[in-house]
């Protein structure tokens, strides 16, 4: 892989949010930065009386001529606050189909972007430019919310949340990599459903064990401590957290909140694997 950063810009102030982050991720890992800008050209609109044609070419000519601009002048700023090598590139044609397009020709080590995340579960946490992205490249994505990028860009923490399967685990390459670059420490983070069917608060009352959950979640936390005894050996702080609950989604929020770690790392189905994406607990 080679150690290129990608940045989808669109002259907002909410995706320039995410710069400083990942200049700071490019100075870490010895990274370029690559600053995309994508151009979705108006589809043609003819009306016969008076004989129009919408969008006028010349108008088309000079939001172009702007747009290319501002990438330039953007690429420009980043490089001499970053004295970093920064790449512009402008392509034309439907956003999210574009950075998609330009992660895998540059062979980008991640997409550092942000969403219009309103903090916690919401509807609109990912963006339909951002969704796409997340669903359909095999780059690595950070993803900020609006919020997130008001944090730190040197993270102390990373969440790490598994499930036992070897797709969740195939994100651990890519936490491996971030932590090193910034010393930061690791939680593993797995949720158990119990294997029952039944009233929860019965299942769960700690007088007694009638339904095996200790062996359960016991055998749960022996597999997550290997792979965290793995990752130690590797020279990273690591911890590792077993939890039983019927509800997977609410408890890992729950986590996330008291915990508050400053990236949470995830793999789910997709294209991709060691990347973030949407699927109903990672959603």
């Known amino acids: 892989m080679s150690n290129n950063i990608l940045i989808p810009l669109d002259g907002s102030t909410l995706a320039d949010g995410a710069v400083p982050h990942a200049i700071e991720l490019a100075r870490r890992m010895g990274g370029t930065l690559r600053v995309v800008r994508?151009?979705?050209p108006m589809a043609p609109l003819a009306v016969e009386a008076p004989p129009l044609v919408f969008p006028d070419a010349r108008i088309e000519a000079e939001v172009l001529m702007t747009k290319?601009?501002?990438?330039?002048?953007?690429?420009?700023?980043?490089?001499?606050d970053s004295r970093l090598t920064v790449h512009s590139e402008?392509?034309?044609?439907?956003?999210?189909?574009?950075i998609v397009a330009a992660a895998s020709e540059c062979d980008a080590k991640v997409i550092v972007c942000t969403t219009h995340g309103t903090g916690g579960w919401a509807p609109n946490w990912f963006g339909s430019v951002t969704d796409y992205v997340i669903r359909?490249?095999?780059?690595?994505?950070?993803?900020?919310?609006?919020?997130?990028?008001?944090?730190?860009a040197n993270p102390s923490s990373i969440l790490v949340l598994l499930d036992g399967s070897e797709l969740s685990e195939s994100i651990l390459?890519?936490?491996?990599?971030?932590?090193?670059?910034?010393?930061?420490?690791?939680?593993l983070f797995r949720v158990v459903v119990p294997p029952w069917v039944g009233d929860s608060e019965v299942v769960l009352a700690p007088e007694i064990d009638r339904f095996g959950i200790d062996a359960f979640s016991d055998e749960a936390k022996h597999e997550l401590d290997a792979v965290a005894e793995d990752l130690r050996e590797k020279g990273l702080a690591v911890t590792a957290t077993v939890e039983v609950h019927n509800a997977v989604t609410r408890r890992i929020l729950e986590h996330i909140a008291s915990a508050n770690p400053d990236v949470v790392a995830l793999a789910t189905h997709g294209r991709g694997i060691a990347r973030l994406l949407v699927g109903s607990v990672a959603d």
């Open 173 to 187: 390459p890519d936490v491996t990599a971030f932590a090193k670059a910034f010393g930061a420490r690791v939680e």
């Open 90 to 98: 402008f392509r034309i044609g439907l956003p999210g189909e574009q």
């Open 38 to 40: 994508v151009h979705a």
């Open 68 to 80: 290319r601009a501002w990438l330039e002048a953007k690429a420009k700023e980043i490089r001499a």
């Open 136 to 152: 359909h490249t095999l780059k690595p994505v950070l993803a900020m919310s609006a919020a997130a990028t008001e944090r730190t």
